[in-house]
């Protein structure tokens, strides 16, 4: 009679899929900040207080679409229609309405993926709405300078006009793609209630403004400096470490290109938020003892 053999050991869960230090730059980073989005959804869905937070905006806001749609039409396939009318007309509005249930689930998730405990950082429903007016004025004026050259490019040149729509096209993905980080990065920041309550603003000017920086465009970019004020801690991180701001961003606006899609996986694009800031904190905490370590004089 033969003995049993032993079960086979459980295959270890990916290492970029389970919490864990920033890795080095270059492709490992744009990797990791890809695959962060689907460990904000396995730690949600392991976590059974996590999920209940984060399936509370989901059902309120789907109710909401489904009772419209009861109310409007009789006949099912018009409710159906109606439904996802809704569902992709209020699309922007969870982010406002939920925004503090979604920082409630920023501040509880940080224990579930080894960071120090924090508080929800929360701001009032006023605030919400002017950061929401702020970042749509962004998105749409931020590149005009871009487009009204390439307007006189074409005129000048029309021959490469194609090209210069492929051009442009590209250029506002990369803006919106720019956008969705800053804005997923913004819900996932808690509060450290060890840090001071007023900090000095160490932050440079953005990228966009230092770009405008032009005698004709001084007024211009002073416009945006002010429009982005909001924004500027999530700007320096993503101008810091832009081959995770790019997978961060991939994997991000790929959970949240469906509008029904979006408002089901936006908790773990929050998560996925606060996994990276307090990794990349880390990581900066770590380099700055480092350094500290380096360069203090011996003791004779």
Same mark, same amino acid.
């Given at each position: 009679?033969?003995?049993?053999?032993? @079960?086979?050991?459980?295959?270890?869960?990916?290492?970029?899929?389970?919490?864990?230090?920033?890795?080095?730059?270059?492709?490992?980073? /744009?990797?990791?900040?890809?695959?962060?989005?689907?460990? %904000?959804?396995?730690?949600?869905?392991? #976590?059974?207080?996590?999920?209940?937070?984060?399936?509370?905006?989901?059902? +309120?806001?789907?109710?909401?679409?489904?009772?419209? $749609?009861?109310?409007?039409? #009789?006949?099912?396939?018009?409710?159906?229609?109606?439904?996802?009318?809704?569902?992709?007309?209020?699309?922007?509005?969870?982010?406002? *309405?939920?925004?503090?249930?979604?920082?409630?689930? &920023?501040? @509880?998730?940080?224990?579930?993926?080894?960071?120090?405990?924090?508080?929800?950082?929360?701001?009032?429903?006023?605030?919400?709405?002017? #950061?929401?007016?702020?970042?749509?004025?962004?998105?749409?004026?931020?590149?005009?300078?871009?487009?009204?050259?390439?307007? +006189?490019?074409?005129?000048?040149?029309?021959?490469?006009?194609? @090209?210069?729509?492929?051009?442009?096209? $590209?250029? %506002?993905?990369?803006? $919106? =793609?720019?956008?969705?980080?800053?804005?997923? +990065?913004?819900?996932?920041?808690?509060?450290?209630?060890? &840090?001071?309550?007023?900090?000095?603003?160490?932050?440079? #000017?953005?990228?966009?403004?230092?770009?405008?920086?032009?005698?004709?465009?001084?007024?211009?970019?002073?416009?945006?400096?002010?429009?982005?004020?909001?924004?500027?801690?999530? /700007?320096? =991180?993503?101008?810091?470490?832009?081959?995770? &701001?790019?997978?961060? %961003?991939?994997?991000?606006?790929?959970?949240?290109?469906?509008?029904?899609?979006? =408002?089901?996986?936006?908790? &773990?694009?929050?998560?996925?938020?606060?996994?990276? *800031?307090?990794?990349?904190?880390? $990581?900066? %905490?770590?380099?700055?003892?480092?350094?500290?370590?380096?360069?203090?004089?011996?003791?004779?």
């Amino acid at each position: 009679m033969t003995t049993p053999s032993s @079960a086979p050991p459980a295959p270890a869960p990916l290492p970029w899929l389970s919490p864990g230090p920033l890795p080095p730059r270059g492709v490992a980073q /744009l990797a990791w900040g890809l695959a962060q989005p689907l460990l %904000g959804l396995r730690v949600i869905v392991g #976590d059974p207080a996590l999920l209940r937070a984060a399936a509370w905006p989901v059902l +309120l806001f789907a109710g909401f679409c489904v009772l419209v $749609a009861m109310g409007a039409e #009789d006949d099912a396939s018009a409710r159906l229609e109606v439904f996802l009318d809704t569902l992709v007309t209020l699309a922007p509005a969870p982010v406002i *309405l939920f925004g503090k249930t979604y920082r409630r689930l &920023a501040a @509880a998730a940080r224990v579930p993926l080894g960071l120090s405990p924090r508080t929800a950082d929360m701001p009032g429903l006023r605030s919400a709405i002017g #950061d929401a007016i702020r970042q749509a004025i962004l998105l749409g004026i931020g590149l005009v300078p871009v487009w009204l050259a390439f307007e +006189l490019a074409q005129e000048l040149w029309p021959a490469g006009a194609d @090209a210069f729509v492929w051009v442009a096209w $590209a250029l %506002g993905g990369f803006w $919106a =793609l720019h956008w969705i980080v800053v804005e997923a +990065l913004d819900n996932g920041h808690t509060v450290d209630p060890a &840090a001071p309550s007023k900090q000095p603003d160490p932050y440079a #000017d953005p990228w966009f403004v230092q770009i405008y920086q032009l005698p004709l465009l001084r007024r211009f970019s002073g416009l945006l400096r002010r429009l982005s004020r909001p924004w500027r801690r999530e /700007l320096q =991180l993503v101008a810091r470490h832009p081959e995770l &701001a790019l997978g961060f %961003g991939l994997g991000v606006a790929a959970i949240i290109a469906v509008p029904f899609a979006a =408002l089901v996986f936006r908790p &773990a694009a929050v998560v996925a938020a606060v996994h990276l *800031l307090g990794r990349v904190d880390e $990581a900066a %905490g770590a380099a700055a003892a480092s350094a500290t370590v380096v360069t203090a004089p011996a003791t004779p």
